[in-house]
């Protein structure tokens, strides 16, 4: 008896509506996974989520990504500028320092050979 081409309805998986679709489509956004990673995890076809993705185009992407945050970051190191001099010395100025105080610092190393 010759293949049909054509599946049967026994073998095919069940349709998702374009909800079920979008959620898939989120869980997978939030997943970081690769289609095809997250559809052998799940057990789906990977190019059933690129036809759901192409379908409900632009608009279900911007749903399933997750909304980027932002995390205010406060340092607890003061910042701090490194001098390399020609006699090979390194001075660390702190953010806030007396000019004249690195200048004569300055001064002293530069006579100083080693």
Known sequence: MPRSKF???ASRAPRWT???????LEKHA???LSVAEFAAREGLDAKRLY?????????????A???????????TRRAR?????????VVFV???FDAGALAQ??????????
């Open 65 to 75: 990504a997750a909304a980027p945050t932002f995390v205010e970051v406060k340092t």
């Open 81 to 89: 500028v490194e001098v390399v001099l020609p006699t090979g010395h």
């Open 94 to 96: 702190p953010e806030s």
């Open 51 to 63: 036809r759901w993705r192409e379908r409900l185009g632009t608009a279900g992407l911007v749903r």
């Open 7 to 9: 599946r049967t309805s």
């Open 105 to 114: 610092l300055i001064d002293v190393l530069e006579r100083t050979r080693c």
């Open 30 to 32: 939030s997943s970081g």
């Open 18 to 24: 374009p909800e079920q679709a979008s959620r898939t």
